[in-house]
Protein backbone atom coordinates (compact mmCIF):
# COMPACT_ATOMS: atom_id res chain seq x y z
CA UNK A 1 0.00 0.00 0.00
CA UNK A 2 2.99 2.25 0.71
CA UNK A 3 6.40 3.15 1.73
CA UNK A 4 7.54 4.37 5.21
CA UNK A 5 9.82 6.78 6.27
CA UNK A 6 10.77 7.85 9.76
CA UNK A 7 10.27 11.93 9.82
CA UNK A 8 10.87 14.44 12.01
CA UNK A 9 7.63 16.68 12.66
CA UNK A 10 8.68 20.40 13.08
CA UNK A 11 5.99 21.77 15.13
CA UNK A 12 5.72 19.07 17.70
CA UNK A 13 9.88 18.54 17.25
CA UNK A 14 8.83 15.06 17.10
CA UNK A 15 9.84 11.65 15.55
CA UNK A 16 7.30 10.36 13.33
CA UNK A 17 6.58 7.14 10.94
CA UNK A 18 5.51 9.16 7.74
CA UNK A 19 3.38 6.71 4.67
CA UNK A 20 3.42 7.77 1.48
CA UNK A 21 1.20 5.98 -1.39
CA UNK A 22 3.04 3.70 -3.12
CA UNK A 23 1.86 4.52 -6.48
CA UNK A 24 2.47 8.32 -5.82
CA UNK A 25 0.84 11.01 -8.50
CA UNK A 26 0.23 7.58 -10.48
CA UNK A 27 -1.76 6.26 -8.20
CA UNK A 28 -5.22 5.08 -9.44
CA UNK A 29 -8.47 5.90 -7.75
CA UNK A 30 -9.17 2.44 -5.88
CA UNK A 31 -5.17 2.58 -4.66
CA UNK A 32 -6.49 5.66 -2.79
CA UNK A 33 -9.40 4.73 -1.71
CA UNK A 34 -7.75 1.34 0.25
CA UNK A 35 -4.77 4.12 1.33
CA UNK A 36 -7.48 6.75 2.25
CA UNK A 37 -9.35 3.76 3.98
CA UNK A 38 -6.31 2.28 5.98
CA UNK A 39 -5.70 5.80 7.69
CA UNK A 40 -8.90 6.58 8.26
CA UNK A 41 -9.77 2.98 10.05
CA UNK A 42 -7.07 3.28 12.49
CA UNK A 43 -7.94 7.00 12.86
CA UNK A 44 -10.64 6.04 14.51
CA UNK A 45 -9.12 3.22 16.99
CA UNK A 46 -7.67 5.24 20.30
CA UNK A 47 -6.31 1.89 21.87
CA UNK A 48 -2.93 1.06 23.28
CA UNK A 49 -2.31 -1.50 21.17
CA UNK A 50 -2.86 0.29 17.93
CA UNK A 51 -0.91 2.44 15.98
CA UNK A 52 -2.12 6.34 16.53
CA UNK A 53 -2.76 8.40 13.34
CA UNK A 54 -1.48 11.96 13.52
CA UNK A 55 -2.31 13.29 10.33
CA UNK A 56 -3.94 12.62 6.76
CA UNK A 57 -3.64 15.06 3.29
CA UNK A 58 -1.89 15.41 0.18
CA UNK A 59 1.38 17.04 -0.87
CA UNK A 60 2.17 17.51 -4.49
CA UNK A 61 -0.44 14.38 -5.80
CA UNK A 62 1.07 11.85 -3.48
CA UNK A 63 -1.76 10.54 -0.62
CA UNK A 64 0.21 10.03 2.80
CA UNK A 65 -0.43 9.96 6.70
CA UNK A 66 1.57 10.20 9.71
CA UNK A 67 1.86 7.77 12.64
CA UNK A 68 3.19 7.26 15.67
CA UNK A 69 7.02 6.48 15.60
CA UNK A 70 7.97 2.91 17.24
CA UNK A 71 11.85 2.66 17.42
CA UNK A 72 11.71 -1.15 17.53
CA UNK A 73 11.29 -4.23 15.72
CA UNK A 74 8.59 -6.25 14.31
CA UNK A 75 6.73 -9.13 15.82
CA UNK A 76 8.61 -11.35 12.96
CA UNK A 77 12.01 -10.74 13.62
CA UNK A 78 11.44 -12.58 17.32
CA UNK A 79 9.35 -14.94 15.59
CA UNK A 80 12.33 -15.90 13.23
CA UNK A 81 15.15 -15.59 16.08
CA UNK A 82 13.09 -18.16 18.18
CA UNK A 83 13.39 -16.12 22.01
CA UNK A 84 10.28 -15.94 22.57
CA UNK A 85 9.46 -17.79 25.97
CA UNK A 86 5.73 -19.59 26.78
CA UNK A 87 5.46 -17.16 28.93
CA UNK A 88 6.36 -14.04 27.01
CA UNK A 89 4.05 -15.41 24.30
CA UNK A 90 1.13 -15.79 26.09
CA UNK A 91 1.74 -12.13 27.37
CA UNK A 92 2.14 -11.23 23.86
CA UNK A 93 -1.09 -12.70 22.43
CA UNK A 94 -3.02 -11.72 25.12
CA UNK A 95 -2.09 -7.48 24.31
CA UNK A 96 -2.31 -8.34 20.47
CA UNK A 97 -5.90 -10.24 21.07
CA UNK A 98 -7.56 -7.38 23.51
CA UNK A 99 -6.33 -4.75 20.51
CA UNK A 100 -7.84 -6.60 17.83
CA UNK A 101 -11.01 -7.68 19.89
CA UNK A 102 -10.94 -3.45 20.53
CA UNK A 103 -10.70 -2.99 16.80
CA UNK A 104 -13.98 -5.43 16.04
CA UNK A 105 -16.04 -3.92 18.44
CA UNK A 106 -15.55 -0.23 16.77
CA UNK A 107 -16.67 -2.41 13.70
CA UNK A 108 -13.39 -2.65 11.99
CA UNK A 109 -11.60 -5.94 10.80
CA UNK A 110 -8.03 -5.81 9.98
CA UNK A 111 -7.61 -8.92 7.67
CA UNK A 112 -4.02 -8.76 7.26
CA UNK A 113 -2.73 -9.37 10.55
CA UNK A 114 0.68 -11.18 10.22
CA UNK A 115 4.14 -11.14 12.50
CA UNK A 116 5.55 -8.12 9.99
CA UNK A 117 2.55 -5.83 10.99
CA UNK A 118 2.93 -5.96 14.77
CA UNK A 119 5.40 -3.95 16.51
CA UNK A 120 7.53 -3.98 19.64
CA UNK A 121 7.70 -0.69 21.15
CA UNK A 122 10.86 -0.14 23.90
CA UNK A 123 8.73 -1.47 27.27
CA UNK A 124 8.40 -4.72 24.94
CA UNK A 125 4.57 -3.73 24.26
CA UNK A 126 3.15 -4.75 20.72
CA UNK A 127 1.30 -2.19 18.57
CA UNK A 128 -0.97 -3.31 15.52
CA UNK A 129 0.12 -1.48 12.32
CA UNK A 130 -0.90 -1.79 8.59
CA UNK A 131 -5.24 -1.42 7.98
CA UNK A 132 -4.52 -1.15 4.12
CA UNK A 133 -6.87 -4.32 4.22
CA UNK A 134 -8.99 -3.13 6.81
CA UNK A 135 -12.84 -3.52 6.18
CA UNK A 136 -15.78 -1.50 8.26
CA UNK A 137 -18.90 -2.71 9.24
CA UNK A 138 -20.37 0.80 9.53
CA UNK A 139 -21.08 3.28 7.32
CA UNK A 140 -17.70 2.86 5.35
CA UNK A 141 -17.81 1.44 1.63
CA UNK A 142 -16.32 -2.06 1.47
CA UNK A 143 -13.58 -2.26 -1.73
CA UNK A 144 -13.25 -5.63 -1.58
CA UNK A 145 -15.00 -7.42 -4.79
CA UNK A 146 -15.92 -11.22 -4.97
CA UNK A 147 -12.90 -12.77 -6.23
CA UNK A 148 -10.34 -10.98 -4.67
CA UNK A 149 -7.72 -12.57 -2.43
CA UNK A 150 -6.18 -10.00 -0.09
CA UNK A 151 -4.30 -10.62 2.48
CA UNK A 152 -1.09 -12.86 3.44
CA UNK A 153 -1.19 -16.01 2.28
CA UNK A 154 0.43 -17.66 5.38
CA UNK A 155 -1.78 -15.95 7.85
CA UNK A 156 -5.03 -15.32 5.91
CA UNK A 157 -8.24 -17.07 6.70
CA UNK A 158 -9.91 -19.91 4.28
CA UNK A 159 -12.94 -17.55 3.75
CA UNK A 160 -10.42 -14.92 2.88
CA UNK A 161 -8.31 -17.79 0.74
CA UNK A 162 -11.44 -18.05 -1.29
CA UNK A 163 -11.60 -14.70 -2.57
CA UNK A 164 -15.31 -14.82 -1.14
CA UNK A 165 -16.95 -11.31 0.33
CA UNK A 166 -17.62 -13.50 3.95
CA UNK A 167 -15.25 -12.64 5.14
CA UNK A 168 -15.20 -10.94 8.71
CA UNK A 169 -13.91 -10.67 12.56
CA UNK A 170 -13.80 -14.39 12.63
CA UNK A 171 -11.23 -14.07 9.87
CA UNK A 172 -8.73 -12.03 12.05
CA UNK A 173 -9.37 -14.78 14.61
CA UNK A 174 -7.80 -17.32 12.70
CA UNK A 175 -5.34 -15.00 11.91
CA UNK A 176 -4.73 -14.74 15.77
CA UNK A 177 -4.08 -18.41 15.70
CA UNK A 178 -1.76 -18.55 12.93
CA UNK A 179 0.31 -15.43 14.55
CA UNK A 180 0.45 -17.91 17.98
CA UNK A 181 1.18 -20.97 15.63
CA UNK A 182 4.50 -18.67 14.36
CA UNK A 183 5.40 -17.53 18.01
CA UNK A 184 5.62 -20.69 19.71
CA UNK A 185 7.11 -22.84 16.19
CA UNK A 186 8.90 -20.34 14.03
CA UNK A 187 7.15 -20.52 10.58
CA UNK A 188 3.33 -20.44 9.66
CA UNK A 189 0.64 -22.88 9.60
CA UNK A 190 1.05 -23.70 6.29
CA UNK A 191 4.03 -23.47 3.59
CA UNK A 192 4.64 -23.49 0.10
CA UNK A 193 7.14 -21.90 -2.31
CA UNK A 194 4.47 -19.73 -4.09
CA UNK A 195 1.72 -18.11 -2.90
CA UNK A 196 -0.54 -21.09 -5.11
CA UNK A 197 1.25 -23.38 -2.85
CA UNK A 198 0.24 -21.65 -0.07
CA UNK A 199 -3.17 -21.30 -0.89
CA UNK A 200 -3.68 -24.63 -1.66
CA UNK A 201 -2.02 -26.49 1.36
CA UNK A 202 -4.76 -23.81 3.89
CA UNK A 203 -7.85 -25.10 1.66
CA UNK A 204 -6.69 -28.90 2.26
CA UNK A 205 -4.27 -29.68 4.67
CA UNK A 206 -4.13 -29.60 8.54
CA UNK A 207 -1.07 -28.10 9.82
CA UNK A 208 1.76 -29.93 11.45
CA UNK A 209 1.00 -30.25 15.20
CA UNK A 210 3.34 -28.27 17.15
Not at 123 to 151: C, M, N, W, Y
Not at 173 to 197: R, V
Request: net charge negative; glycine share 10%; hydrophobic share 40%.
Amino acid sequence: MGVVYQARQEGLDRSVALKLISGGVLAGSEERSRFRLEAEAAARLDHPGIISIYDIGSWRGYEYFSMYYIDGPTLQEHVDARELSDDRIATLMQSIAEAVHYAHRAGIVHRDLKPDNILINAEGFPLIADFGLAKTHRGGSILTQTGQVLGTPHYMSPEQASGGRDSNASSDIYSLGAILYAMLTGQPPHQGDSAAQILRSLAEDEPLAP
